[in-house]
């Protein structure tokens, strides 16, 4: 009976992995099939937006080619426009059958000349260009979409031309959207029945493998009647209006006679971005048809169960009758022993897991973090800098002052270190060269301040006058890392810590064998501890990630391996050895530098320079809105602060000439700084824009706001590199 009960059991879960698996697979193969009509949306989308990007620089090619201008002047003076026409004819007879009609229109909205090419659109109804709105408007890009006949559209391209700051006119090229369809839509195949469709911004079906669909805006009907349409397809359009790209699974609804209707689909869509305005492309192909292959593929998985099944069996049978019942439980033994073994192992997968999701969570709020760090030293800089210039009949104050400065400074870098951990970037660009002799004493000078009465800190250092090529630092991380790994060795006892350097000529030079000798002299730092030692085994894998002798949650297992790495990144290695019960030492290897290192900057002198420019200033950070106002003001700037950014807007749009220059904080409610910057550039262009952003690489990542800002400047705040941008971009525009 037992071994019946067995059977139906192990049956039973047999059917249970075989439909786990079955679907498994099923979502695979769906999931594929949506990263694939995404890529290929996304391609269309990619050739729709070069296409008409190409054919609206044409137009500016043609427009700002020479004698072209003159020619528009000789219109104007009534003296024709045959050498207007000239020009015309020879740019369509360049441009084959891509532009159905070629229009002329002067600064007045007057349609000049007109061309149309063969085939042409019939009944095409000029007044829907509304020439005289595009001149108003001085604009240039994809203009509007425009029905020339039931079920057929038109797309007008824009191209407003200038002499210097005066408007010239515009020339208007409109493309026939089946001609288009047909040129970059229809060779595309989607699968056996799948298709491409084109949709405006106000969703609009504009370019359609059925005539009957185009001209259909199913986003106003279901925003009409949600009741007749499926939850999910209401979704689908509300994703495709509010994201650039994206997948889904929907029920289809299309006009009467669609044979879709009420099929599953799967789509995936892409934006076609140009000048302002959009369209989306959608690659559509039946949930059947996407599956198709994942069916055909279960038949073979389930010959491959099946098979299986009956081998599985037939042994059941085998070793039901051969076995005893010590046989069978010997055999149950080592099963559960397997089984236990997998849980050990799956359990110390997890944990590794969970705590390299920590790490992940750390770095995803260290950059929130930094950001809070950076306001909160932007007043102790700026305030520390003002001090400075306070106290000039003070030598002793001033030293203190700049003593503040200098660690304010090393906060700030490490500050920087912690963003650049968040976002697992280089930092190349601070790389210096950097007096090993002053790096010593500066990491000397820190461990002494953290490290216990019980632990006495030695040093023996060479005078070496090198430097090595690198980021201070990253260098001052790797010294306290190692003195902070020695006082752990020894916490519980105290001892000694000894810090040395010497000098290592290329030729007594030897490098292990895992490394490449290199022509360069190194220097040598070693750390050495007398506490009680690592056993061979250990040491093999000290500089591995993650692996910790500590208890569980009094360490993370990375100090040693960001330590190395950092070393290696310096062209350098590190070197490790041990005795139980007499210590450890490790030895910090880097090539050298004979060059003389730049001083650090200091907190220099800066005059009272008197400026008359008038300076808007926008921060939502009070403290820091009420410093740099501050600052601006004593050098003699007509300051118009505010923590508004939408009133800064008001401000400028009141009184464009009134201001010389806007400074803006990046990271403000309701609107960010490089949005602002955007609209105050509509308003006017040449009016200069400084960011101050603690998250610079943010304030960059989206280039159509970052271009209208002139300068991008880090927090905290330097007030003297402030000043000095400030003064540029005001000499720049005078």
């Given at each position: 009976?037992?071994?019946?009960?067995?059977?139906?059991?192990?049956?039973?879960?047999?059917?249970?992995?075989?439909?786990?698996?079955?679907?498994?697979?099923?979502?695979?193969?769906?999931?594929?099939?949506?990263?694939?009509?995404?890529?290929?949306?996304?391609?269309?989308?990619?050739?729709?937006?070069?296409?008409?990007?190409?054919?609206?620089?044409?137009?500016?090619?043609?427009?700002?080619?020479?004698?072209?201008?003159?020619?528009?002047?000789?219109?104007?003076?009534?003296?024709?426009?045959?050498?207007?026409?000239?020009?015309?004819?020879?740019?369509?007879?360049?441009?084959?059958?891509?532009?159905?009609?070629?229009?002329?229109?002067?600064?007045?909205?007057?349609?000049?000349?007109?061309?149309?090419?063969?085939?042409?659109?019939?009944?095409?109804?000029?007044?829907?260009?509304?020439?005289?709105?595009?001149?108003?408007?001085?604009?240039?890009?994809?203009?509007?979409?425009?029905?020339?006949?039931?079920?057929?559209?038109?797309?007008?391209?824009?191209?407003?031309?200038?002499?210097?700051?005066?408007?010239?006119?515009?020339?208007?090229?409109?493309?026939?959207?089946?001609?288009?369809?047909?040129?970059?839509?229809?060779?595309?195949?989607?699968?056996?029945?799948?298709?491409?469709?084109?949709?405006?911004?106000?969703?609009?079906?504009?370019?359609?493998?059925?005539?009957?669909?185009?001209?259909?805006?199913?986003?106003?009907?279901?925003?009409?009647?949600?009741?007749?349409?499926?939850?999910?397809?209401?979704?689908?359009?509300?994703?495709?209006?509010?994201?650039?790209?994206?997948?889904?699974?929907?029920?289809?609804?299309?006009?009467?006679?669609?044979?879709?209707?009420?099929?599953?689909?799967?789509?995936?869509?892409?934006?076609?971005?140009?000048?302002?305005?959009?369209?989306?492309?959608?690659?559509?192909?039946?949930?059947?048809?996407?599956?198709?292959?994942?069916?055909?593929?279960?038949?073979?998985?389930?010959?491959?169960?099946?098979?299986?099944?009956?081998?599985?069996?037939?042994?059941?049978?085998?070793?039901?009758?051969?076995?005893?019942?010590?046989?069978?439980?010997?055999?149950?033994?080592?099963?559960?022993?397997?089984?236990?073994?997998?849980?050990?192992?799956?359990?110390?997968?997890?944990?590794?897991?969970?705590?390299?999701?920590?790490?992940?969570?750390?770095?995803?709020?260290?950059?929130?973090?930094?950001?809070?760090?950076?306001?909160?030293?932007?007043?102790?800089?700026?305030y520390t800098e003002m001090l400075h210039d306070h106290m000039a009949d003070d030598p002793e104050g001033r030293e203190y002052v700049e003593e503040v400065f200098k660690a304010g400074t090393r906060a700030k870098e490490i500050v920087q270190q912690i963003l650049l951990f968040s976002r697992k970037g280089s930092d190349m660009a601070r790389y210096a060269l950097v007096d090993i002799d002053a790096l010593l004493r500066d990491a000397v000078k820190l461990a002494k301040m953290v490290l216990p009465?019980?632990?006495?800190?030695?040093?023996?250092?060479?005078?070496?006058?090198?430097?090595?090529?690198?980021?201070?630092?990253?260098?001052?991380?790797?010294?306290?890392?190692?003195?902070?790994?020695?006082?752990?060795?020894?916490?519980?006892?105290?001892?000694?810590?000894?810090?040395?350097?010497?000098?290592?000529?290329?030729?007594?030079?030897?490098?292990?064998?895992?490394?490449?000798?290199?022509?360069?002299?190194?220097?040598?730092?070693?750390?050495?501890?007398?506490?009680?030692?690592?056993?061979?085994?250990?040491?093999?894998?000290?500089?591995?990630?993650?692996?910790?002798?500590?208890?569980?949650?009094?360490?993370?297992?990375?100090?040693?391996?960001?330590?190395?790495?950092?070393?290696?990144?310096?062209?350098?290695?590190?070197?490790?050895?041990?005795?139980?019960?007499?210590?450890?030492?490790?030895?910090?290897?880097?090539?050298?530098?004979?060059?003389?290192?730049?001083?650090?900057?200091?907190?220099?002198?800066?005059?009272?320079?008197?400026?008359?420019?008038?300076?808007?200033?926008?921060?939502?950070?009070?403290?820091?809105?009420?410093?740099?106002?501050?600052?601006?003001?004593?050098?003699?700037?007509?300051?118009?602060?505010?923590?508004?950014?939408?009133?800064?807007?008001?401000?400028?749009?009141?009184?464009?000439?009134?201001?010389?220059?806007?400074?803006?904080?990046?990271?403000?409610?309701?609107?960010?700084?490089?949005?602002?910057?955007?609209?105050?550039?509509?308003?006017?262009?040449?009016?200069?824009?400084?960011?101050?952003?603690?998250?610079?690489?943010?304030?960059?990542?989206?280039?159509?706001?970052?271009?209208?800002?002139?300068?991008?400047?880090?927090?905290?705040?330097?007030?003297?590199?402030?000043?000095?941008?400030?003064?540029?971009?005001?000499?720049?525009?005078?």
């Amino acid at each position: 009976m037992a071994i019946i009960l067995a059977s139906v059991l192990f049956i039973a879960l047999f059917a249970l992995a075989f439909t786990s698996t079955y679907n498994t697979y099923l979502s695979t193969i769906v999931s594929e099939r949506q990263q694939l009509l995404l890529t290929l949306s996304r391609s269309v989308s990619s050739n729709l937006e070069l296409y008409l990007s190409e054919q609206i620089f044409d137009m500016d090619v043609l427009s700002g080619s020479p004698g072209f201008s003159e020619a528009m002047d000789a219109y104007y003076q009534h003296e024709g426009s045959e050498a207007l026409k000239q020009y015309l004819l020879t740019y369509l007879l360049s441009q084959s059958q891509e532009l159905s009609r070629m229009y002329l229109v002067d600064r007045d909205g007057n349609i000049v000349l007109r061309y149309s090419h063969y085939p042409a659109i019939e009944g095409f109804d000029e007044q829907a260009l509304d020439a005289q709105a595009l001149v108003r408007r001085g604009m240039s890009g994809i203009d509007r979409v425009i029905e020339v006949g039931p079920h057929h559209y038109a797309v007008s391209l824009v191209n407003c031309f200038y002499s210097g700051e005066k408007l010239l006119g515009a020339l208007i090229g409109v493309i026939d959207l089946q001609y288009l369809y047909d040129l970059m839509l229809a060779p595309v195949k989607v699968g056996e029945h799948g298709y491409l469709e084109v949709k405006d911004r106000e969703g609009r079906v504009i370019m359609h493998p059925s005539a009957q669909t185009i001209g259909e805006n199913f986003l106003e009907a279901v925003e009409r009647e949600p009741e007749n349409y499926p939850a999910d397809y209401f979704a689908l359009l509300e994703e495709q209006y509010r994201d650039e790209s994206g997948t889904a699974i929907y029920h289809h609804d299309g006009v009467p006679g669609d044979p879709l209707i009420g099929q599953q689909m799967l789509q995936a869509y892409s934006r076609v971005n140009i000048a302002g305005n959009y369209w989306i492309v959608s690659a559509i192909v039946t949930f059947d048809e996407a599956t198709t292959t994942g069916s055909e593929g279960i038949w073979q998985i389930s010959i491959i169960y099946g098979a299986l099944l009956l081998l599985l069996l037939a042994s059941l049978g085998v070793i039901i009758y051969l076995q005893n019942y010590r046989q069978r439980l010997e055999a149950q033994t080592a099963y559960l022993r397997g089984v236990n073994s997998s849980l050990e192992e799956l359990n110390r997968s997890q944990e590794q897991l969970l705590h390299y999701q920590k790490l992940q969570t750390i770095g995803t709020f260290s950059s929130g973090i930094t950001h809070e760090f950076n306001n909160l030293l932007t007043p102790i800089l700026g305030y520390t800098e003002m001090l400075h210039d306070h106290m000039a009949d003070d030598p002793e104050g001033r030293e203190y002052v700049e003593e503040v400065f200098k660690a304010g400074t090393r906060a700030k870098e490490i500050v920087q270190q912690i963003l650049l951990f968040s976002r697992k970037g280089s930092d190349m660009a601070r790389y210096a060269l950097v007096d090993i002799d002053a790096l010593l004493r500066d990491a000397v000078k820190l461990a002494k301040m953290v490290l216990p009465a019980s632990v006495t800190l030695r040093t023996d250092f060479a005078e070496t006058c090198v430097s090595v090529y690198g980021y201070n630092t990253q260098l001052h991380q790797v010294l306290l890392n190692l003195c902070s790994n020695a006082y752990q060795a020894m916490e519980k006892s105290g001892g000694i810590i000894t810090i040395s350097s010497r000098l290592i000529p290329m030729a007594q030079h030897v490098p292990p064998g895992n490394i490449t000798p290199t022509e360069d002299d190194y220097i040598c730092i070693s750390v050495t501890d007398t506490g009680c030692g690592m056993p061979a085994d250990v040491l093999a894998r000290i500089f591995d990630p993650f692996y910790t002798t500590k208890a569980a949650g009094s360490g993370t297992g990375l100090g040693l391996a960001v330590a190395q790495s950092i070393v290696e990144n310096h062209g350098g290695y590190i070197t490790a050895t041990s005795e139980i019960d007499k210590g450890s030492t490790f030895a910090v290897y880097l090539p050298v530098c004979r060059a003389i290192p730049s001083p650090e900057p200091e907190l220099a002198e800066l005059g009272d320079t008197v400026q008359s420019a008038r300076l808007l200033l926008v921060d939502d950070q009070q403290h820091a809105l009420k410093l740099v106002k501050e600052w601006l003001t004593k050098r003699g700037y007509q300051v118009v602060a505010t923590n508004d950014p939408r009133r800064a807007l008001q401000f400028v749009m009141e009184a464009p000439q009134r201001y010389d220059a806007v400074i803006t904080d990046y990271i403000m409610p309701e609107l960010k700084g490089t949005e602002l910057a955007a609209r105050i550039k509509k308003i006017r262009e040449d009016l200069p824009v400084l960011l101050i952003t603690g998250l610079a690489q943010d304030a960059t990542e989206n280039p159509q706001s970052a271009q209208y800002v002139d300068v991008i400047l880090a927090k905290p705040i330097n007030f003297r590199e402030l000043t000095h941008y400030l003064r540029e971009v005001l000499t720049h525009r005078a």
